[in-house]
């Protein structure tokens, strides 16, 4: 056995082991991320849980505009949230179907003075447009599973590249951009 062999087996009984299982499915992570994850908060316990759901619970993250609700600019001065965008409202309707967690992620509520009004603001919106008020954020945490957002660039894990750059090279290996 290998010393990367050795460092990844852990010794649990069934009960841990099936409770590990479950969870780590209903998250939508392999058990090898999700006992991951555990150590990780075990070994901080001193850190603050900030993000929209109890520890531990995965969540989906919507940006607002952009995403959700249509963007012009001025918007976010004035206060004024945008249309729903159909596509991505469905979407986060068809997650909270299927009982998974879901946050809305804006930059709205980061300035503190700014944030009772953007929040009253967005929860009015949320129930109005999709039908019930979930929970505003302007932060990731470890529990955040996806994000859906208009200013995002995909990258490969631990590669440094972009997800992007791998569609390039295919078509350029295809013969480049089609015409």
Known sequence: MTEKQKRRMVMV????????STNAEEAGLSRS???RRAAILALHPDQTWTGP???GESWIGFDLDGTLAHY???????GVIGRP???MVERLKQYRAAGRNVAIVTARVTVPEQMPDAQHR????SLEHLGEVLPVTCRKDYGMMTLYDDRVKQVTRNTGRLVEDYAILG???RGGWPI
């Open 85 to 87: 965008i159909g596509p």
């Open 171 to 173: 078509r350029a290996a």
């Open 53 to 55: 759901f109890p520890q």
């Open 72 to 78: 012009e600019v001025g918007n976010r001065r004035a």
């Open 13 to 20: 009984d069934d009960d841990l082991w099936d409770r590990i």
């Open 33 to 35: 991320a999700w006992v």
């Open 122 to 125: 967005i929860e009015a919106w």
